[in-house]
Structure formats: C-alpha cells, structure tokens
C-alpha cells in the first residue's frame, strides 16, 4: 500500500478550513482508498454511489444526510449531479446537500 500520510493531512487540513473537501484525480490514483482513512466503507456515513444499496439511501437525501454527524463521504458523487445544484443566484435551488453543510450547527463534515 501507497503511504498516503501526507495525503491524509492535507484533508484533514482542509476539513478544518471547509465543511466539504472534494477529493479529486485521475482513475484508479487512490482517492477511495484515502476517502476510506477517514470513514470506513461499512459505516452509515459512507455512501459508494457505485452501490445500489447506497443509491436507494439517497433516494431521499434529506432524510439520508441529516441526522448523520461526524465526517460523511460520498464516493463517485458525479452519479448524483442533483445533490449539488447550482446556486439559486445561477437558476438552481439549494440541495440537501448543499444545506447541511451550510446550516449553523457544524454536525457533518463531506468528503
């Protein structure tokens, strides 16, 4: 296995800056791997939507996301392009996803 320490401060680093980190990179270079450090794969807040079980769990975001505290990962989140719409200023509405992070309580995190 690759020695990602580096790699894991960084996140943490930017999860202290921003309540959603986007890992971001090539096919196969490890960002699941890295996302999996942070909340392991068995774990409510981890959603793989390459899963259909974790897709049927945000069939209803809301109800999905917002009792969940602590860090939340979302694994091949471009499957659900509606979770993060455009703002409102730009045509969109404000997701669930969108308005957990931004409420005033800081109770989850998203990678």
Do not use: C
Not at 28 to 47: E, I, M
Request: glycine share 4%.
């Amino acid at each position: 296995m690759i020695n990602r320490k580096s790699d894991l401060e960084l996140v943490r680093a930017a999860l202290k800056r921003s309540r959603v980190v986007a890992l971001l990179g090539p096919r196969q270079s490890g960002k699941t791997t890295l996302a999996r450090q942070f909340v392991p794969a068995d774990s409510l807040n981890y959603f793989d939507l390459e899963d259909p079980q974790s897709l049927a769990r945000l069939s209803e975001p809301d109800t999905a996301l917002r009792p969940l505290k602590r860090l939340v990962v979302i694994d091949e989140v471009q499957r659900r392009p509606d979770l993060f719409p455009l703002p409102a200023r730009a045509g969109g509405s404000k997701a669930v996803a969108r308005a957990v992070p931004d409420s005033r309580q800081r109770l989850a995190g998203f990678v």
